[in-house]
């Protein structure tokens, strides 16, 4: 299926010099006319995933994609590396595999869409010596939600039922990241049980280590 459908890398170079937005929309397109039956909840996600801000959201405020529109690109950096590391973590790409792979890399931080604001500070010329408002991106105040991995998983949940593979797979893919000691003990169970675990949080990490995005 995926040697049919999908170029990622060439879906990647779109997404940077045109419209990430555009591709993504491209990608559960083509997965709606191979899976009829599940159509709608495709393109009902993606539409769902716009209304909330998810394609003018940063991916982050601080360490990476600190830019409108970098939540998008990001995760669509993150299913190209996931993609391009399958078969050395083990883990299917064929039929409904694909799918679950495609919507768990990029959405796996649906948690992030709207949930910044866009404000100002004022910040000094180094030249001039002057004072300029220069936009930033800010969490809003009152934010809630089920955590990070929790609150995508709920997301997307409401649309696309992951096997507990990929489940768990978005739900950990912060990876040890601030987890107390039970919780690590239950992330490296996952780990063992499921590659796909390991895998979006390799490639998760990997696409921030990379600059940019």
């Known amino acids: 299926m995926n040697d ?18 555009r591709c993504y929309y491209d990608i559960f397109d083509k997965l709606s006319d191979y899976y ?25 405020t601080r360490f ?33 595999d694909l799918v679950y792979m495609i919507v768990s890399c990029l959405f796996h931080d ?15 010329d ?6 300029i408002k220069q936009p930033y991106f800010r969490i809003k105040e009152g934010s809630t939600g ?5 609150e995508s998983l709920r997301r997307i949940s409401k649309f696309v039922d992951l096997p507990n593979s990929w489940e768990l797979a978005v739900y950990w893919h912060m990876g040890s990241y601030g987890l107390s000691s039970d919780e690590n003990i239950q992330y490296m169970n996952a780990c063992k049980a499921y590659p ?9 990490m990997l696409q921030v280590s990379s600059g940019g995005y």
């Open 126 to 131: 180094e030249k001039t010596g002057q004072w």
């Open 146 to 150: 089920c955590g990070h991995g929790g």
């Open 36 to 60: 009829k039956p599940s159509g709608k909840l495709f393109s009902d996600l993606v539409s769902h995933m716009e209304s909330m801000g998810f394609f003018d959201s940063p991916a982050s």
């Open 4 to 21: 049919l459908l999908f170029n990622f890398n060439a879906i990647w170079d779109t997404a940077v010099k045109s419209s990430a937005k």
């Open 110 to 124: 649906a948690c992030k869409a709207g949930l910044y604001i866009k404000d100002f500070k004022n910040v000094k």
């Open 64 to 96: 990476h994609g600190t830019n409108e529109g970098d939540l998008a690109l990001h995760s669509l950096g993150v299913l190209v590396k996931a993609a391009s590391l399958a078969d050395i973590f083990h883990v299917s790409m064929s039929g409904y």
């Open 196 to 204: 796909e675990v390991l895998l979006l949080h390799t490639a998760d």
